[in-house]
């Protein structure tokens, strides 16, 4: 019997010929990012030593510029730690600045066929450029830093066979509500993307579904190399790899197909994505009092691009917040430069420097006492942007866009068709 994706890695960085669910396997930790969070006054506890300075990156994110005290620490004790143990590889305030998985992709640091691990949730993303990456606890990253080691429990597979190619204004944020609100969760397991229709996508829009991936509870994320993919990586970095195939006769707990043709934008209702995906009309003409685009899911370049084209010669309504928020200072650098910002701030939206910022309820757009919010991040359960009172729907930029505009949650093919 032939192995999945996720398993012929773990075998590969276990030492073994192969392995199967329900095994534990202790694999070699090839990149292991730290962020401000494991930084935090009350959790650090000082590292003596670091297994190789060359498999560890820094990144500030979560709350940058800082936001409180306690964040302002931790950005100077990571600095310190950065100094320390020369590590080459750190991405302060300013012009590194970035969301840790966002510059996974910028920087081309997950290389196919490898282990990624850091301690946010939607490590996975990175599962985007053929490799297993997962978030794993504080003390778990830590341990990976200091022995160049972690250990896993095997999970079965679940592959997804895209087809098809996306209607105007659907995305794959859309199929991803699609597949959350149809399959469920699908904790304890892994799940793989492929199929002739990942042909029709972008690396960009592909990462929004490794990235979701967690909201499915799924361990690891992967998807099917092509040469899109292969490419991306090699521009970016120039180390060795050697991308991972599913063998034919791999076994899967099951194999289900997403036909991107037939999709249509999708609200996800508030409190979990989780069986609570339905079509943007249910939720249409709900007054909403902020919107939201950005985070590691949806703050690329062609999220941008895509709200901006909402919004172009168009204005938000004067009751809503529309905040905007790029996953990199590269990412809003290049859509400065291709006159995106102005499209946005002109519509009256508010741009924001690259961070986790709102989608984490931390800084920069934190919901207050019963307000309604519709966002294009990652999460939507109770408290997660701020007051646990609020609502959280999750859409695509575009249905966010269209949200912002009339006030209340809308159709964005009213714009885009």
């Not at 990175?126 to 095997?154: H, L, S």
């Not at 902020?290 to 709200?307: K, P, W, Y």
Request: proline share 6%; net charge neutral.
């Amino acid at each position: 019997m032939g192995m999945t994706i996720a398993e012929k890695i773990l075998a590969r960085k276990s030492g073994q010929v192969r392995v199967g669910p329900g095994d534990l396997v202790t694999v070699e930790v090839d990149t292991v990012i730290l962020f401000d969070n494991n930084f935090m006054p009350s959790i650090w506890r000082e590292i003596l030593k670091i297994k190789d300075r060359e498999r560890v990156i820094v990144v500030l994110d979560h709350r940058v510029p800082a936001a409180t005290q306690a964040s302002a620490a931790a950005h100077r004790t990571a600095r310190q730690f950065v100094e320390k143990f020369g590590i080459p590889r750190f991405h302060d305030v300013g012009y590194k600045q970035g969301i840790s998985h966002q510059l996974v992709a910028d920087h081309g640091y997950a290389l196919p066929g490898t282990v990624l691990l850091c301690s946010d949730s939607h490590t996975c993303s990175a599962g985007v450029f053929n490799c297993v990456a997962r978030g794993v606890g504080g003390p778990d990253v830590v341990y990976a830093a200091i022995k160049g080691e972690t250990w896993f429990r095997v999970g079965e597979t679940v592959r997804y066979e895209i087809e098809g190619k996306p209607p105007p204004a659907v995305t794959m944020k859309d199929a991803f509500l699609q597949i959350a609100g149809q399959y469920g969760d699908h904790a304890t397991m892994n799940v793989e993307y492929g199929g002739p229709g990942i042909a029709n996508l972008s690396i960009n829009a592909r990462k929004t579904l490794t990235t979701m991936s967690a909201e499915l509870s799924a361990e690891f994320a992967t998807f099917e190399p092509d040469e899109v993919m292969l490419e991306w990586v090699r521009a970016r970095n120039p180390a060795p790899f050697e991308p991972v195939y599913p063998d034919k006769d791999a076994k899967y707990a099951a194999v289900r197909k997403v036909d991107l043709s037939k999709l249509e934008p999708l609200v996800a209702f508030p409190d979990t994505v989780i069986g609570n995906s339905r079509p943007v009309a249910e939720a249409a003409g709900t007054a909403i009092d902020q919107a939201f685009v950005g985070s590691c899911a949806n703050g690329t370049i062609n999220d941008l691009a895509l709200a901006a084209k909402v919004l172009e010669g168009r204005r938000v309504s004067p009751k809503v917040r529309f905040i905007v928020t790029p996953a990199s200072q590269n990412i809003y650098r290049e859509a400065a430069r291709l006159g995106i910002i102005t499209k946005l701030v002109e519509a009256g939206a508010v741009v924001t420097p690259a961070t986790c910022g709102a989608c984490g309820g931390g800084h920069m757009g934190v919901l207050g006492p019963n307000e309604t919010c519709i966002t294009a991040t990652t999460r939507n359960f109770k408290g997660r942007m701020g007051d646990p009172s609020a609502r959280i729907f999750m859409g695509s930029p575009a249905t966010v866009a269209a949200s912002a505009i009339r006030g209340v949650i809308s159709d964005p093919r009213e714009f885009l068709i």
